[in-house]
């Protein structure tokens, strides 16, 4: 199938593949104002895959929060679907002067669908469950937060997409800066955690490890996690198959 998206679907960003296989005419699409549509057959479904209004994580319920809160990127692998979105905590809202560290956060979050080993296609929709989160980084500004995730097609590992979230032409010069995962292409081992020691000693910031092939493992004046370097806000990326 062709990820051909009908005009009927909202402000759609992106399209996933369904769950587990690429040989059914399912797409999950990535869509503004907090949700993912699910697509069969090329007519948008009456149910939204999964909505983000509220979402219980842990036993609790997670508000939503109405000022900013965006789905940014979604990608499935194996027999789970990983999301990656922006929120804001509402308790840290004022007015944005383009200098309140950690009013928004970056989030990869990993959830299960309730299709069947047997029949992927039959998923609907998401758990509501978070089952990990993998990542949490804050923000200091309200744009720039690019937000993509990609699995590679040949290592599997996963490969997040960070703004410099920045002012007007990066007056920090973030993106150059090795210690900082903003403006970066990160790329993580999501099926093996890193240990206690390794967190400590990486300085990683979620459940996940460093692959031992990336180029800025080992580089002691860089984050371990970063693929490359030097951008404003990569949107849309892809692999050449």
Same mark, same amino acid.
């Given at each position: ?18 769950? /587990?296989? /690429? ?14 549509? !699910? ?51 509402? !308790? ?124 800025? !493992? ?24």
């Amino acid at each position: 199938m062709s990820n051909e998206i009908p005009p009927s679907a909202s402000n759609p960003l992106d399209s996933v593949n369904e769950v /587990q296989t /690429q040989s059914s005419n399912t797409l999950i699409v990535i869509a503004d104002e907090e949700q993912q549509q !699910l697509i069969k057959k090329r007519k948008l479904t009456s149910r939204a895959w999964e909505h983000f209004t509220k979402k219980t994580v842990k036993g609790q319920v997670k508000a939503e929060c109405r000022h900013y809160k965006k789905l940014l990127g979604g990608e499935t692998w194996g027999r789970c679907s990983c999301n990656s979105n922006v929120n804001c905590d509402p !308790l840290k809202l004022g007015p944005d002067n383009g200098g309140q560290p950690c009013k928004y956060h970056s989030v990869i979050s990993e959830f299960t669908a309730n299709g069947t080993t047997s029949r992927p296609s039959s998923a609907t929709r998401d758990n509501p469950y978070e089952v990990r989160r993998i990542f949490t980084m804050g923000l200091p500004f309200s744009g720039h937060h690019a937000g993509q995730i990609l699995f590679g097609l040949d290592d599997g590992y996963l490969y997040f997409m960070m703004g410099d979230s920045g002012s007007q032409g990066d007056p920090c010069n973030i993106s150059q800066n090795k210690k900082s995962l903003l403006g970066k292409i990160m790329r993580l081992d999501i099926d093996n955690i890193a240990s206690a020691g390794e967190i400590t000693e990486l300085d990683l910031w979620g459940n996940y490890s460093i692959p031992r092939d990336n180029p800025s !493992l080992g580089d002691k004046d860089m984050q371990p996690g970063i693929w490359a370097l030097g951008f404003r806000n990569p949107w849309r990326c892809s692999f050449d198959s």
